[in-house]
Each structure stands twice: as C-alpha cells, then as structure tokens.
C-alpha cells in the first residue's frame, strides 16, 4: 500500500510493484473505480515479476482510498498456501516531492482450480454454466471458493454472463 496521510494536491504517481512470477503474473492496471478514475487508465509495463504503472491528470486527487487496481493471474501450478512477497518500489509522488511510507504485502493463494470449474472436476463444461445458472437464480449454494472459480468475466459475481 502507499500511505499519505492526506491525499491532497497529488496530480502525478509513479511506482513500481515486485512479486514471484512462479505464483503471479500482472495483467492490467485501471482506475476505475477508484479516487484516481478522473486521471483515466493509467500507463503500465509489465515484465517478469513487475509491473511498472504510471498516471497523472488535470485535477489533483484528493481524499483516500483505493489508487489503483492490478489484476494478476495465479500459476495453473501453485498450490494453496504459496505465497509472493509485493514489494513497492520507486514509488514517486508529484515527482518526489511528496513523501510517502511504504507497507509492502503479500499474497497467498488461497483456492486451486480452474476459472470456470465450478464443480471441481477438473473441466469446464455445460454442467458447470449449469451450475452457475442454478446458483444465480438461488436455487443452490456456492461455497467460496465456487464464486471465485464461477466468476469468469472478474465482475465480483458468478452469473449468467459467467455461464456463456
């Protein structure tokens, strides 16, 4: 996390994200949703075990919350439990102008499987849109770890669109 303790004035960010690329691997960066959406998508590279991001505009953010969201992919081989340091560097604000105190965090792989896989069988099939469908429309439960496996589109629910 970047910690300000007040997020005012700031109308440039630049930084760089670190993690194991035998667990993650960085595939986009939005701000949508965030304080910063008014700068709009923000500049990103990704190379192995980083991602470099970047943004600025016009108005200067103010307030707190969420800066920027990074989506990862997870190894098809790490197992439940793995875990990756991320670690933020060069972390620039206003050019540097602005001080910041870095936490760094970590990830934890927490379910195995297949995105789509509802039925933990290994496949991705009719029965598992079947599935998704069922539990939509409340007729069955979904444990944790099936909502994260049924949501396939990455919208925060498994649905029918998750099911086409």
Do not use: C, R
Request: aromatic share 8%; glycine share 14%; charged share 10%.
């Amino acid at each position: 996390m970047i910690w300000h303790n007040s997020i005012k004035g700031i109308i440039g960010v630049g930084f760089k994200l670190n993690y194991d690329p035998t667990i993650l691997t960085a595939t986009s960066a939005t701000t949508t949703g965030t304080i910063a959406s008014g700068f709009g998508a923000p500049t990103y590279n990704v190379t192995s075990g980083q991602i470099a991001i970047s943004m600025s505009g016009a108005t200067a953010l103010s307030g707190s919350g969420v800066l920027v969201k990074i989506s990862f992919n997870v190894a098809a081989n790490a197992t439940v439990g793995a875990t990756s340091a991320l670690t933020l560097n060069n972390v620039k604000l206003n050019g540097g102008a602005v001080p910041v105190s870095i936490v760094n965090g970590v990830f934890t792989v927490e379910y195995g499987g297949v995105s789509g896989d509802v039925s933990g069988d290994g496949e991705v099939d009719p029965y598992d849109a079947g599935l998704v469908l069922k539990y939509f429309v409340g007729s069955i439960p979904f444990t944790p770890k099936q909502l994260f496996l049924g949501d396939v589109s990455d919208d925060g629910e498994a649905d029918p669109y998750d099911a086409g």
